[in-house]
């Protein structure tokens, strides 16, 4: 950890892991261009709902060991003014990474209001905590401070946060389902309403037919039958006086 550059890819490789384990791929970007048009590319940004699409929250992994290393060697010593002037120096580069961060990958409405700073070992992240720099940062730079075990539970949170839009929108959707299924409805209402009194109407109809229309034909053929049996009679009556005669 003695190379500047080597911690930096500590950093980065840990915040990676942990937003791996806790957010799925489709919910993060790494090496983002934040703001429209600027060549800065944050590590690390987790998509976030905006009002006209998604906007990026940026998280950059910052490991300032150099002046932590001296701090805890100098509180091994006992050296109480050096740990005091390596405090003030660590108040001072995290200000400085704050500012970087606000500077380079804040640019609402295409981000977030604010941006967070990740300290991969909770000991340096207890030693910002206790000398104020949460609210500092926050206030200076809208930047928040995470340690590894703080950055797991506000991963958890978003987590928690997008599983509630996503189910408001579902439900929106089904709303818009039932929206539809209902005016669907009262077509098919209406189509039934219809049907039905084209059913009452043949009904009516097929009750004349079988009423009137059914009683002049069976007049019709009454007579028909009274006819033939006259016919017949006649006919039988001559077979008759033929055989006499």
Same mark, same amino acid.
């Not at 790494?30 to 976030?48: C, H, L, Y």
């Not at 039932?178 to 409805?185: D, N």
């Given at each position: ?40 590319? @944050? ?130 959707? @089904?709303?818009? @389902? ?31 037919? @079988? ?35």
């Amino acid at each position: 950890l003695s190379g500047v550059k080597t911690r930096g890819i500590l950093g980065e490789v840990q915040l990676g892991a942990i937003l791996e384990q806790i957010l799925a791929p489709g919910q993060y970007a790494e090496n983002v261009a934040t703001v429209p048009g600027s060549a800065n590319r @944050v590590e690390f940004a987790i998509k976030m709902p905006g009002q006209n699409g998604s906007i990026w929250l940026p998280i950059d992994a910052k490991f300032p060991g150099d002046t932590y290393a001296h701090l805890q060697a100098a509180l091994e010593r006992g050296d109480a003014a050096a740990a005091a002037a390596m405090r003030k120096a660590l108040q001072s580069v995290l200000r400085q990474e704050a500012k970087d961060i606000h500077d380079k990958y804040l640019a609402p409405p295409h981000t977030t209001e604010f941006g967070i700073m990740f300290l991969p070992f909770e000991g340096l992240y207890a030693e910002a905590v206790s000398r104020g720099m949460v609210e500092i940062l926050q206030r200076d730079y809208h930047v928040n401070l995470a340690g590894p075990s703080t950055m797991a539970a506000l991963l958890n949170s978003l987590q928690m946060s997008f599983r509630t839009i996503a189910i408001q929108k579902r439900s929106g959707e @089904v709303w818009s @389902v039932l929206g539809a299924v209902k005016t669907e409805f009262d077509k098919f209402e209406a189509c039934l309403t219809q049907t039905q009194n084209r059913l009452d109407q043949a009904s009516r109809e097929l009750d004349k037919l @079988v009423g009137t229309r059914t009683r002049a034909i069976r007049r019709k053929l009454k007579g028909v039958t009274e006819l033939s049996e006259t016919e017949t009679q006649k006919v039988l009556d001559i077979g008759t006086d033929s055989e006499e005669e």
